[in-house]
């Protein structure tokens, strides 16, 4: 299995993605050449839909990773990185577009064409500590560049209280100002509604789909769980409307006709934490011992629903309660989190990916995995890798340390184990 191997693909919806990312980043780069505002955000919050309300283009430099990542890029930009002194201890997300802005930007050969230069910068004060230290380098990297220094509270979902709420829309309404004084437009109070319709849309699809890998065969894997790329960058058009509802109908009808991701599925597992972006062929290697990653951690978070009838509202509560979905939770909600995924999906053994890159999201797990043993009986693995960096990854450690994971649940099942 090489390093930079992709997955099997099985949907439709999952081959067209190519062609959806494409278009979105080329996109991005007519915008620019159209005079239109281009603005880099973290994702995951309430700026995405405000952005597309106001016709403005958003551009996400942390997705922008996982698409080095599987253009082999990463490799230069982790270069120029660690030669400004970045440690390669960081996270993966913030060495490679710290790299690429400072390196490789401008080269024409970019594959999509790259990312065109920000007008504005929508700078967080709440999230994970390294994207805020992502947009702190744009900064000083993008002097030219108009910033909005946001500031949230660092609340865990089970603690979100009236008083937070209050202070988001406070500052979702700083943020409309800043956009409407920088940009010279003026927000349309029934576009952001409709937007904001959309998006609530898109999420609903997206539980749609989810709740059909709890069929038996799964209709999809891990594998193909890019398709979730209109929920990091297109929530709040229709484009994502129409890409989900071909997905969705696509999925339902594989569900209900029994056709699974292949002939005879035998194990259907659960992966915690973030996928190996260059190395997405990983999740179909489970199959060879009829093995299924049926669900995942990372797929939940994309999924916030909102009230179209009170958007402003709608967007601060999205704001406050998405990084707490994935990287700022709690080692009790996490579990919690898991143990409801493993009994809702029928998971038989459990994949931990203990990320060098991502520390935060790694935390806990020996927890959960105590939690899984003690009150569902599922046996879990762990092996150390890196959602971005190919070199804190073992092929052969890998293998290894499945193949007996997996030989142990065929015979906890009565089965025998195909190597």
Known sequence: ???????????????????????????????????????????????????????????????????????GLTPKNFEVSEGMGYSRDLCGYLRNIVGYVNGPMTDPAIPLGGLPAPDLLISPGGGCVPVMKIFHALERRF????????????????????????????????????????TGRKLDQDRLQEVAALSDQACALWDE????????PAPFSAAEIGIM????TRQGTRQAIDFLIKARDEIKERAESGTGVIENEKLRLFWDNIPLWYNMGLFNYFEKANAVVVAETYSAAW???????????????????SYPL??????????????????????????????????????????????????????????????????????????????????????????????
């Open 303 to 321: 999924s916030i629903r909102l009230d179209p009838a009170d958007p402003l509202k709608a967007l601060a509560l999205k704001s406050l309660m």
């Open 229 to 232: 790329f209109v929920m990091v």
């Open 1 to 71: 299995m090489e390093k930079s191997k992709k997955s099997t693909k099985r949907l439709a919806a999952a081959k067209e993605l190519n062609k959806v990312v494409g278009e979105y980043y080329l996109e991005c780069t007519a915008a620019k050449e159209q005079g239109k505002p281009v603005g880099w955000m973290p994702p995951m919050n309430g700026a995405i839909e405000l952005f597309y309300a106001m016709d403005l283009q958003p551009v996400f430099p942390e997705n922008w990773s996982p698409v080095c990542a599987a253009f």
């Open 209 to 216: 789909i989810m709740s059909y890998r709890r069929s038996i």
């Open 326 to 419: 994935v990287s700022c939770v709690s080692i009790e909600k996490r579990k919690e989190m898991v143990l409801k995924a493993c009994r809702d999906y029928a998971i038989d053994g459990v994949v931990f990916h203990r990320n060098k890159s991502c520390v935060p999201i790694s935390l806990g797990q020996m927890d959960i995995r105590k939690a899984l043993e003690e009150e569902l009986g599922i046996p879990s693995v762990i092996f150390d890798a890196d959602h971005m960096d190919a070199r804190n990854f073992s092929t052969a450690q890998f293998q290894v340390r499945i193949d007996a994971f997996l030989e142990m649940l065929a015979e906890r099942k009565g089965q025998a184990f195909k190597t």
């Open 143 to 182: 002097p030219e560049a108009k910033v909005f220094k946001a500031d949230l509270p660092q609340v865990a979902l089970e603690e979100i209280a009236p008083h937070h709420i209050d202070y988001a829309i406070q500052e979702m309404q700083r943020l409309i100002t800043f956009l409407e004084e920088a």
